[in-house]
């Protein structure tokens, strides 16, 4: 008996997993190039999809084989990948099972709308417009968080859809002392007078060329182009399909290198993560990212740690200038790593450069977390978010469009998301810095463009676990310890130090 | 109670319809390019959307809700479209229901297996190692006609999932016709001495250049680039996912113009079809062609009677000089129009020109008639093959691989699907009759390259209704007679003579 239900539990959870594989194809096909007049068709079949997938979940089926599997005899005799499996599909069931339907379609429902509303919102810079659609948003959250529990603070139950066990008392610390260190040395790097020419970024540069030199450089890095493709669309991504379909997509500036250069990385290194999944997981609910957080400390990590280090440019600007001798044939390795790491306070998020982006994360941190808490209301967000940036970077919105206004996370509901960005950068310090440990030499490594025994530590340490492990015992099993924001902080410090001679 | 029935079960129909498009989209992204690594997982869930269609197809369910909403008061309170619905779904409950689950599964195992060793039989032109196959899948086609029963001949119960309606006693006369007429036609074209130069087709024509050349014409006969894309795969095909998503593929030869230039118009035609079904389809298992032979029709009208035609190039031959100078800048519209028009009897029906092809197709038919009445036996295929092509087309095949093993479709287990190649033929013709006598300057129309009219005919009278009628109803309505080969015979008669100075 017990041998069936386990065998019909991970056969379900393989068909969710293909209902998500085929929607992943579906949205893919949307975003590079289906033609415009499919797509009202298009979401209708997306959303069967979805709705069957969900139906599964929620299934009082599906209630009771996990229950049977989490008797304690039956539980031990089943494999690492089952218990595993469980665990992830209990979680899913119990959210979900949480809300009421009504409830969710109407949210559904309201997200939608409120993308449309928010784009509009932005163009015009008119909050007023978009404020109440965003305080229906934020009431349904907190309705959410009371129906999904929670032990200290409710906005710990959004965290936990995106880094399961993230807690505000650990983020408070965490950011705590990245703001602590990090506030007075932006103000010292915007005091140095250093100030690097980044002029010879923003040339013409033909899009041919920068698609050779994208291609050569992932090639490089280890991304295997028989088990994913480059493709071309307005917002950057990668998409995991199956372990051997990982799919990036990039955007080419004509005038600008460094935007898909750096974004085409940043793909790549999520990419390398579910390309390098164990087979044994394709196919089933583990093969993913251990959590948002810890995705985001691959892409980080390749982007930040390997492609924006002067290492990396030691190797690889002869053959830049290579592929470029009009416009940079005479850039210096130093010159353009310089460029590349111009650090300088800003108003938007995607476009600011390593130093600053944390404080931007923290502002819509701090945020969320009174909102869902309802220590501040929605109508008060322009005044919060323009004072935060006076006081965190010393600049200030002009405009909603370019403050309050300039992400889309909150009117798609995505409450908890923006903590990811800060803490993938956070672990993917922290494993470096145990890489280096391990790797002596890591750095002629990378100075010799020898990049795949860093990717292999990956793969070994962290990738082909997908996501048989709870984000906190990962780090700890990977880097000895839990997360620590110390090592993002001496990273920043240590380099923009050096750049600024400070 | 029967609004209530009659919605679910239009519901349950959209719902099987997004999975053939959610599998439409998967297979296209298969042909197109996605990565080699992913397809075994891809393939996982492709088949289990498939499973899920199927099972919603053959539920329980579906025959009470089809047993409901066919009872004479219930019938005749339903919309048109949902009547016609109640009909194509029956028959599609009704037939899988009467394969026994086990024999379809092995049947499933067997073509697929089939297919492989049809390919190494093919490279070693060796008929004996796929013999065993084929008898196999003989004798499951003769089961599955016994099964589905049938009136007067069991390749009946087959040709019905091709060209509901169609049957031998009708398709004896049809072909028996063609026969009599073309196998002379065919001689005295040999005899004629007539044999145009056809040289300057095969020279090295760029890729851009036929790209660019080939998406001009389509644009001009009508496709929408709003409603589809063009793609480049190694055997073209057209797929429609929705109404507002109609895709087509072609393949550049490097020294050939004419390959892709008429395969993408031949693509065209049958996107043009589904293009323009009506919106109020969109969604519902009527949204695809009355049945194979009519949808083939549309490919060949496009390709055939306008593309191949001296009007057509009368028109359009200064433009593609334009794109080709170097190539053509000397060729004259008539040397064009007979080098593309060269007819003669050749082995392989993929290179069959217009002439000529019917006869191949004739072939196969008798073949299959003969297999699934067990006339004759699958040992004996080779020596009969050949034996036919002396007899029809006056060439003999010297290996296998090109005669009886040049096509996959036995291997895929498709019985009854050849004939649609010719009754599209006979359809097209038969339709650009009546079209003639109803836009009198059709001709005139070419000529100038207003090709608007032609395809706003077809789309009024042809491609908006889906497949809201059966086939013989459709041709009956359109072209005010049943369908009738002499309008081919008349046509391949009149354009061949003139060609050919008989």
Redesign the interface.
Known sequence: MAVEVRELFMEQL??IK??E??VG??YW?LRT??????????S??IG??QT?AFKLTIADEMGEWLEQLSKPDTYGALTEVEQRSVEIMRRRYERSRKIPSDMFQEYVILTSEAESVWEEAKQESDFTRFQPYLEKIVDYNRKFTELWGYEDHPYDALLDDYDPGMTVRKLDELFGRVREQLVPLVQQVKDSRISPDVSFLKQPFPKEKQRAFSEYIVKQIGY??????IDETEHPFATG?????V?ITTRFKPDDLTFSLFSTIHECGHALYEQNIAEEL??TLLAEGASYGIHESQSRFWEIFVGMSRPFWQRYMSELREYFPEQLGDVSVDAFYQAINKAEPSLIRIEADELTYNLHIMIRYEIEKQLISGQIEVKDLPQIWNDKYEEYLGVRPSRDAEGVLQDVHWAGGSFGYFPSYSLGNMYAAQICATMKRELRDYTALIERGELGPIKDWLAERIYRHGSMMRPEQFIAQVTGEELDSRYLIEHLKEKFSELHEL
Chains 1, 2 share one sequence.
Do not use: H, I
């Not at 190039?33 to 298009?42: E, F, I, L």
């Not at 295997?224 to 493709?229: K, P, S, V």
């Not at 399909?241 to 379909?245: F, M």
């Open positions: 393989r068909r293909s209902y594989e085929a194809v579906l096909d190039g289906a033609p415009r007049k499919g797509v009202p068709q298009r209708q079949t069967m999809l069957e295997d182009m028989a088990a994913g493709r399909l199956n372990v051997g379909d799919r394709n196919g």
